[in-house]
């Protein structure tokens, strides 16, 4: 079985300094790693994924995310946040097996953002 | 182009009724895949549908959870007898092709439901 952990329910940073969402998973063989971002009463909107190769990802927004296999982790970062970044944000795993297909969510991690 | 739409966006309905939710997959996406996300908590895969073939139900919580979906096009999932365990937000989702590769899922703004 697959699983997403993350362990804070919520972060706060002050805008201009970095942002990091913690996230570890737990999956047969090589995972496939996504971060999704909820806006209030919106959907979810993709951020990046990781697939293989270089272990830090870049994706929208100015958000990156480092792969770490041997910790079992995809942390998300923001080097300098934003206002705006304050939001829920998922991670969501799933294996890198041939149709397979199912995604597996954490619980999510909220951001504020103070100015 | 367009994105994946649901509807209603909200739907407040008594306990024991029945209720139908839509979803409209981005063109061209064969997957599609409906959530359900409880408040405080993450998405609980529902049921997958891919092209032709027989649908995952394996997600669907009760036998009064049911979905369709005609051909590569609209999905419309259906509570029957709602509970107010049933209130959460329903989400739709659809990718190019589910397996084979670590295509993304792109997501409707979801349907809101309230069971009272």
């Known amino acids: 079985a697959q699983s997403v952990a993350q362990p804070e329910d919520q972060v706060n940073v002050a805008e201009g300094n970095p942002l990091t969402v913690k996230c570890t998973y737990s999956?047969?063989?090589?995972?496939?790693l996504f971060w999704y971002v909820q806006y209030p009463n919106r959907g979810l909107q993709f951020l990046l994924k990781y697939i293989t190769g270089d272990n830090l990802v870049k994706g929208s927004y100015g958000f990156e995310a480092e792969f770490n296999k041997s910790q079992t982790s995809f942390h998300l970062k923001k080097p300098s946040a934003l206002v705006s970044d304050s939001a829920l944000y998922f991670c969501a795993v799933r294996t890198g097996l041939f149709n397979d297909y199912k995604l597996s969510f954490g619980a999510g991690t909220t951001v504020t953002v103070r100015a | 182009g367009a994105g994946v739409s649901q509807s209603p966006s909200n739907k407040v309905t008594e306990k024991g009724k029945d209720v139908e939710l839509r979803c409209d997959p981005i063109s061209g996406h064969t997957a599609l895949y409906w959530y359900r996300q409880r408040l405080g908590q993450g998405l609980e895969f529902l049921i997958y549908?891919?092209?032709?073939?027989?649908p995952d139900k394996s997600g669907l919580p009760s036998d009064r959870f049911s979905a369709e979906r005609t051909g590569e096009s609209v999905s419309t999932l259906t509570i029957q007898r709602t509970q107010q365990e049933d209130s959460a937000v329903y989400l739709c989702a659809s990718s190019p092709w589910g397996g084979g590769g670590p295509e993304t899922q792109y997501f409707g703004p979801g349907t809101r439901l309230l069971v009272l």
């Open positions: 549908f891919q092209g032709n073939s027989a």
């Open positions: 999956v047969s063989g090589n995972p496939y």
